[in-house]
């Protein structure tokens, strides 16, 4: 098993960036995947970007060209840098991490606001 933690969110006016963090409970070089997942209200979870345990990424059309995701595997943390935020990137923010021989597991969340 292994817990999930988000960090990193906040209110954040149009244009600007966020940093976001995840922090797991055991090492992440043996997690096959780890990924960050949005949720607007009213909305279906949906993907943002995911990296493979050795670092090969995936993103949203949405996310290329401004988001980056990244892995730490020393600090067991997956971070997404957010720049030239949006209003339509208010959401929940999740992290993902997909456990070989374990199941899928998910963190809390953290809220992203983009407004003036």
């Known amino acids: 098993q292994v817990q999930l933690v988000e960090s990193g969110g906040g209110l954040v006016q149009p244009g600007g960036s966020l940093r976001l963090s995840c922090a797991a409970s055991?090492?992440?070089?043996?997690?096959?995947?780890m990924g960050w997942y949005q949720q607007a209200p009213g909305n279906q979870r949906e993907l943002v970007a995911t990296i493979t345990r050795f670092g090969s990424t995936n993103y949203a059309g949405y996310a290329k060209g401004r988001f980056t995701i990244s892995r730490d595997n020393a600090k067991n943390t997956v971070y997404l840098q957010m720049n030239s935020l949006k209003p339509e990137d208010t959401a929940v923010y999740y992290c993902?991490?997909?456990?070989?021989?374990?199941?899928?597991?998910w963190g809390q969340g953290t809220q992203v606001t983009v407004s003036s």
């Open positions: 993902k991490a997909v456990v070989p021989g374990s199941g899928i597991y």
């Open positions: 055991r090492g992440i070089f043996s997690i096959q995947d």
